[in-house]
């Protein structure tokens, strides 16, 4: 795990009588990639923007790369590459002059990073066609080619794959991936689609009304959300000690007096009962069960809200 | 800044739009030159041509708007300044050069005119005993104390356009705020103020001697720096997406 490269400590921001973040503080390490969970209007994209530097705070720090002075940001956000809500670009420039202009912008020197960003995207080949014309997909893509156009050590991303067909969100995915393994690009991306950030997050922070609900990493989440057996019976103590005397099961909770949870050998559900009834514990039912992303993250939220 | 002006600048140069309106305003000059020409004595000099082009000094203002909205209001309307900002750009930086971008073209637009305008009638004109030096420095004078009223009209466009993201809306109070501000001083009995309105420079500009062109500039320069820094400290407090 690295050094902390974006720190936000009790971060809040309050519009009128609205508080859209309240002393939010995460911490994400060099190399993470940390998904941003939570609903619509949750606070999300308000946090990334304080953290652009697209609306001011109105209280707590905010460090990038350990620096905190406003000029000291400005500076860091010099190696962050971002792409906030829909992507905006001249409508009547093609892709390669929209670029063009950030690169004359930002001062970059390499002539050839427009051409690279565009080929790395799969934008290469949209020659003189204009952004106007492009479709959803290809102007996320174009997003993205300007996020990462100046190789940038961290890259903000709200809600990337809003509106993109399964085949842009799976190649949007390998390009994230491929950042984060090959360049070690540490990444902050936020979005609501839970099943794709299961598949490349290694820290989840869960956000909710403005607050952070929960901090946890990926392989601790993956423990939450395991599958498991669930035994009912009348004697959920002994049959544990049944089980354990007999299988060697470790991974095994009793959740109350009558309710067993095995998390291991679970294919082996009919000896269980067997073993169980033998031993004279009455078993009432047996079926698998477990929680996934989406549950879990229902179940944070504290009810039937939409993710 | 400099990179955030060859950046604007290179933007505007790859659309047709500054092109057209360049040659718009070519155009009218050109309608101009050739109505004189084919009107009759006195009229079709050259004299009358540039006395002709310091009593339209005030017309130029209608085109200022165009400037600032290619240059700068368009980056709202298409959620672009957030693409400078997140890179770290400083706000009263990005500002600045906004602003001095559609000075620039208009600088650039006005050049082009003056050219085509004043070669035209040249050319195409008869020489007059009045078509003299003293005649160019005197339109030039007038002309440049006008690029001073003409900076903080850009510089009050700017404001408005970083104040009202509806873009007939902050066109429309640029307007009135040009136009009609001593109509509204009178209504609210601040007549007082009418001196000081950036229209009546322009009046002043054309009407007064040259010699007494100072005045209208200081004051021009002051409504300059107002409107400048209000719109610098307004855009340094944007919510920006």
Known sequence: MGEAVIQTMNLTKVYKKFTAVSD????????DIYALVGQNGAGKTTLLKMICGLTPTT???????????????NQART????????????PYLSAKDNLEYYRIQRGGKDQKAVDHALEFVGLADTGNKKFRSFSLGMKQRLGLALAVMDHPDILILDEPINGLDPM???????IILRLNQENQTTILISSHILGELSQIATTYGFISKGKLVEHISAEDLKEKCRNFLEIDTDDAQKAAQVLKEQFSISNLEVVDRYTLHVGEQMDESGQFVKALVENGILVSQVYRSGINLEEYFVSLMGGKENA | MLKLIHADLYKVFHRAYFYVLSLIVLGLSLVLIFGLHNSSAPFNSASSAIQLATECITYPILLLPCLTDIVMHE?????????????????FLLYSAKVLTSVILGVI???????????????????DAKFTPLLFREFFAR?????????????????????????ALWIFLFYVAFYMSDLLLKLFRLSGGIDYLLKIQVTN???????????PIAISLVTLAVFFVAGAVLFRRKDVC
């Open chain 1, 24 to 31: 939010l503080s995460i911490s994400v390490n060099q190399g």
């Open chain 1, 59 to 73: 209280s707590g720090k905010l460090m990038l790369f350990g620096n905190a002075s406003a000029s000291e940001l």
């Open chain 1, 79 to 90: 190696h962050m590459g971002t792409m906030i809500e829909t992507p905006g670009f001249y």
């Open chain 1, 168 to 174: 842009g969100i799976k190649e949007f995915r390998e």
């Open chain 2, 75 to 91: 980056e709202y309307r298409e959620h672009m300044v957030k693409n400078t900002l997140s890179y770290g750009t400083n706000r």
């Open chain 2, 109 to 127: 637009m006005m050049a082009v005119a003056l050219i085509v305008y004043c070669g035209s009638a040249s050319l195409i004109l008869q020489h």
């Open chain 2, 143 to 167: 002309l440049a104390a006008a690029c001073v009223v003409y900076i903080a009209c850009l510089a009050m466009a700017a404001f408005f356009s970083t104040l009202f993201s509806n873009n």
């Open chain 2, 205 to 215: 500009i054309i009407k007064n001697p040259v010699s007494q062109l100072t005045t």
